[in-house]
């Protein structure tokens, strides 16, 4: 499965990115999508995860509220709307799938994009 994501760059605190991972169509379909980052020195978070329906979601605590995925099925891309950004948040995002049921889990995710910068400075 080929994941490409795209959307990244530099922004000033409290600003917003929108992050996009263009999928094929058996991908969108059948996977888990989900949104991890790693910033350096640290192990890399499941930040957010949409089920293959669209209507199941996961976010970890510190994005509630201010990240949102969602799906568009007529370009087989999820997205990843980031608000109110902080330097916290900084990191390489990735695209990454799984053919599972939902699960909110961290583990499984076979499928993985090559990742793209997200810098918020303060």
């Known amino acids: 499965a080929q994941l490409v994501e795209s959307g990244g760059g530099l922004v000033q605190t409290g600003g917003s990115l929108r992050l996009s991972c263009a999928t094929s169509?058996?991908?969108?379909?059948?996977?888990?999508i989900g949104w991890f980052r790693q910033a350096p020195g640290k192990e890399r978070e499941l930040v957010a995860a949409i089920s293959q329906s669209g209507n199941l979601f996961h976010y970890t605590d510190s994005v509630k509220g201010r990240f949102t995925i969602s799906k568009d099925g007529a370009k087989f891309t999820v997205f990843l709307q980031m608000n109110s950004l902080k330097p916290e948040d900084t990191a390489i995002y990735y695209c990454a799938a799984k053919m599972t049921p939902w699960s909110y889990y961290r583990d499984n995710y076979s499928y993985w994009g090559q990742g793209t910068q997200v810098t918020v400075s303060s």
């Open positions: 169509e058996r991908t969108f379909n059948n996977c888990v």
